[in-house]
């Protein structure tokens, strides 16, 4: 009996320790690298390298100056694509349409903008027949036309829609043909994404550089509009991949607290394009000039394949020390750190010497199905920035709507400024309000504005024009009006934080590992959100309503769902799958003493289940735990 005991207990000795159960009750593995100095790189290796010394001030400079080409690219469907006023000149029996002594209507995107009826003989076919022109339906006949007289607004004197007459019947082109760079960037932020988590960060800005170099000159010397339209699929496609990488280099670089500044600033130098595109159009004339001038500044990003880094972050979470090894010794070069006569307290390079012969990991992102933690903070998120940049077209549509109203706006640069100013007011109020709220606090706030500026213009606006109480139909359509532009605006501000801030707050929460296909995830759903606007033009605006209606009830799904989210305010990084499943959310009360926790803690778990002992690697996670609930060495 005694034998047997003891060969039990030799036996349960022997066994290996079962892997660590998290309190979410989800199984992770040991996924650490066996040093833990390597593992917390904000706490170890980021200060060791001098924190944000002057070659990490270097790199983040580097992911700053393409954001203002980037900002120009984003924002060239305005103008290249933009519908002109336009009247017939030649008909097709080669008569005049222009019938003296009667006003030339004009027509924009196939409808007439005058609000007046008119009535003007149109020849077709060589017969004179008079025609009724109503405010809202163009005549067949009108578009029977051999040669149009085109009024650009947009400064360009000749856009994409004057060179090939993309008017009347052809009009649906141009909406095609703005699908063709949102699609591209979309496919173009999911599969660089992956990318970017197998093969690096570098390699996939340097490859998107050299060929939106290609397919964005080309752009220009397209000689139809399916030629055009497919090349800035592509020049989308390689757009997103520049936009990704730097949008992570940058994230993985800063210290904790820099991060969300940094990003902003690049965020404002974005939108420093966006305000220089109406003067560089003017500039141009012609959109082909304005294709190659936004695109040839890219060839200067050539130079960085010699001066661009890898992100080192990645690098060590990887597991490829000996590329680390070589990028901290070029940073401390950079720095003139000396490494002999420099005390390395958490003794980083003895650490990075004894792993260089471990053999690199990677991960893709389909991991993260297998997660509990994890996959719920990102499809969050998802549907966060879906929600924001969708139901923002919608409020910017009940701006354009009352452009009578309004006067100041009926002019193009004053509603192309409008937006520019309601965008940079609205980054401007996410720097404190996220510095003092937190990212889930901000994210939470500017999700409610957005819903109660969506309800409010879909009940209460109704309310106001059914049960006026004046008699003058008029001064209530007019209050009404006034009420639409004011929660327009709000709608605008807080819907492109909520889209703005899902992105940032998806890159921290996202582990290292698989970043790249996190944010790609977010961008991508942003993306999707913004494809709403062309897919309803395209339907001649039908749909509008219930479109606007399905995302007022998205938000108001997002307001719960966002409680669910980590604060990472000033959190590290996580690194792996373990760190990200382990991210769990912090109460936004805190807890009383005396309460109960409604799950066990790990400890209770290994008693309940009768498991003692544990492996060091794995006791070594669960030492330090932040307030969020995410474990750090």
């Not at 496919?187 to 970017?196: D, E, H, K």
């Not at 002019?411 to 409008?418: I, P, Q």
Request: hydrophobic residues 45%; aromatic residues 8%.
């Amino acid at each position: 009996m005694a034998g047997r005991h003891l060969s039990e207990a030799n036996e349960e000795h022997q066994q290996p320790a079962a892997p660590q159960l998290p309190e979410n009750g989800c199984l992770v593995g040991p996924e650490l690298p066996s040093s833990s100095v390597l593992h917390d790189f904000d706490g170890c290796v980021l200060p060791f390298l001098g924190g944000l010394a002057k070659y990490q001030k270097r790199v983040i400079l580097l992911t700053w100056i393409p954001m203002f080409i980037i900002g120009l690219s984003q924002h060239s469907d305005t103008f290249l694509l933009a519908l002109p006023k336009f009247t017939c000149k030649v008909g097709i029996s080669g008569s005049n349409l222009q019938t003296p002594g009667l006003p030339v209507t004009s027509i924009h995107s196939g409808h007439q903008v005058q609000g007046i009826t008119t009535t003007t003989t149109v020849t077709t076919a060589g017969v004179q027949v008079p025609t009724s022109q109503n405010s809202g339906n163009v005549n067949a006949s009108q578009c029977q036309c051999q040669e149009w007289i085109y009024e650009v607004n947009a400064g360009l004197n000749r856009n994409v829609v004057t060179k090939w007459n993309l008017v009347c019947d052809s009009s649906w082109k141009v909406d095609i043909a703005k699908f063709s760079l949102l699609v591209g960037s979309i496919f173009g932020y999911l599969i660089t994404g992956m990318i970017a988590d197998w093969f690096g960060r570098r390699p996939v800005l340097i490859f998107s550089v050299a060929f939106i170099l290609v397919f964005g000159l080309t752009v220009a010397l397209s000689v139809d509009i399916t030629m055009f339209s497919t090349l800035r699929f592509f020049e989308g496609f390689c757009l997103a991949g520049i936009t990704l990488s730097l949008y992570i280099i940058r994230i993985e670089i800063c210290p904790p607290d820099h991060r969300f500044m940094i990003t902003m600033i690049a965020s404002f130098i974005a939108m420093a394009g966006q305000l220089v595109m109406p003067g560089l159009a003017v500039l141009c004339k012609d959109w082909q000039v304005l294709q190659a001038v936004i695109i040839c500044p890219i060839i200067l990003m050539i130079s960085y394949w010699c001066i661009y880094p890898e992100s080192l972050r990645w690098l060590m979470a990887t597991y490829q020390f000996n590329a680390a090894k070589k990028w901290i010794l070029r940073c401390t070069r950079v720095n003139k750190m000396n490494m002999e006569t420099e005390t390395d307290v958490k003794n980083v390079m003895p650490e990075l010497e004894k792993e260089l012969v471990r053999k690199p990991k990677k991960i893709c992102i389909v991991k993260v199905v297998g997660t509990r933690n994890l996959w719920k903070n990102i499809v969050v998120l998802c549907v966060n920035s879906l929600t924001g940049f969708g139901i923002h077209h919608c409020f910017a549509r009940g701006i354009m709507e009352h452009n009578e109203t309004m006067a100041v706006l009926h002019n193009f640069y004053a509603d192309y400024y409008t937006r520019a100013a309601i965008t940079i007011a609205s980054c401007v109020a996410l720097c404190p309000v996220v510095g003092f709220l937190g990212r889930r606090g901000g994210l939470l706030l500017f999700t409610i504005f957005t819903a109660l500026a969506s309800l409010l213009q879909l009940g209460l606006l109704n309310l106001i024009g059914k049960y006026a109480m004046q008699p003058d139909s008029v001064v209530s359509d007019t209050v009404k009006d006034k009420f639409s532009i004011v929660f327009s605006i709000i709608g605008m501000f807080s819907s492109h934080a909520v889209g703005s801030l899902s992105i940032f707050f998806c890159a921290e929460v996202t582990p290292t590992v698989i970043r790249g296909g996190g944010v790609g995830l977010v961008l991508a759903s942003a993306g999707f959100g913004m494809l709403t606007a062309p897919i309803i033009e395209l339907h001649n605006q039908k749909g509008y309503f219930l479109h606007h209606v399905i995302f007022a009830c998205c938000t108001l799904i997002c307001i719960i769902c966002i409680l669910l989210l980590p604060e990472s305010k000033n959190q590290p990084l996580p690194e792996n799958i373990a760190n990200g499943e382990n991210y769990t959310r912090q109460p936004l009360l805190p807890q009383k003493k005396t309460e109960q926790p409604l799950l066990l803690t790990n400890s209770e778990l290994r008693d309940y289940s009768g498991l003692h002992e544990s492996t060091p690697a794995l006791e070594s996670v669960t030492e330090n735990v932040t307030a969020n609930g995410m474990k750090t060495p």
